[in-house]
């Protein structure tokens, strides 16, 4: 099956610095990458869509100068936040999909800023 | 805007129980409706995938039905184990050129030995 990749799978980081979230789609060209964020006890929430090439969409409420998604590739898409703060720790998974409906997902990444 | 509600939010069986987990969402208009489990720190698992035009799929110990114009959708378990403990996650796919994703707040398996 279709495999999709994240790096790094767990990150610390000061608060006030930036840091990057790799998402690679190993076995196939992603279309479209999704990045979704997860509260514990809380669903997934879908923060933006990115088309390779083009410029990400955000989802209500996301801020897109404090969470930069780059798609240069069709096999990579970044997730960078930027001024990271405590409130910002969280679990990141993301999504590609192919030229059919499916979303194959990450294994998610794990930040906490302190 | 889709709404996907899972019931109940956390559930205690003994193994050898069979069980429903329950799912609904407020927008009939979807692409299909998808269950998934994940497990603590985990990514996601896909389990089961049911087009809108279907109402039903099974794999192995897993039966997930689909009444699209009812807005519901359960995950039927046969034979709980304790390997079946996760948290599952019901999400409802759209039928916008991205085919969004609305995902419920999951059910808390925990299967006892």
């Known amino acids: 099956g279709a495999v999709v990749s994240q790096h790094p799978s767990r990150v610390i980081c000061k608060s006030g610095t930036s840091v990057k979230i790799e998402c690679r789609s190993l076995?196939?060209?992603?279309?479209?990458m999704f990045w979704y964020r997860q509260f514990p006890k809380k669903s997934l929430m879908l923060m933006a869509t990115?088309?390779?090439?083009?410029?990400?969409?955000?989802e209500q409420g996301v801020e897109k100068d404090k969470f930069l998604i780059n798609h240069a590739s069709l096999t990579l898409s970044t997730l960078t936040v930027t001024s990271a703060h405590p409130e910002d720790s969280s679990f990141y998974i993301c999504?590609?999909?192919?030229?059919?409906?499916?979303?194959?997902f990450g294994p998610g990444t794990r930040l906490t800023v302190t | 805007k889709q709404e996907v509600t899972q019931i109940p939010a956390a559930l205690s069986v003994p193994e050898g129980e069979n069980l429903v987990l329950n799912c609904s969402f407020t927008?009939?208009?979807?692409?299909?409706l998808q269950w998934f489990r994940q497990d603590p720190g985990k990514g996601l698992t896909s389990l089961l995938l049911?087009?809108?035009?279907?109402r039903e799929q099974t794999s192995g110990r897993l039966n997930a039905s689909l009444d699209k114009s009812s807005g519901r959708s359960t995950l039927y378990i046969a034979a709980s184990q304790p390997g079946d403990s996760a948290t599952y996650l019901c999400?409802?796919?759209?039928?916008?050129?991205?085919?969004?994703?609305?995902f419920g707040k999951g059910t808390l398996l925990t299967v006892n030995p």
């Open positions: 999504s590609a999909r192919d030229d059919s409906s499916e979303q194959y």
């Open positions: 076995d196939f060209q992603a279309t479209t």
């Open positions: 990115s088309n390779e090439g083009s410029k990400a969409t955000y």
């Open positions: 927008d009939s208009a979807i692409y299909n």
């Open positions: 049911i087009q809108s035009s279907q």
């Open positions: 999400a409802a796919q759209g039928l916008g050129s991205n085919y969004k994703l609305t």
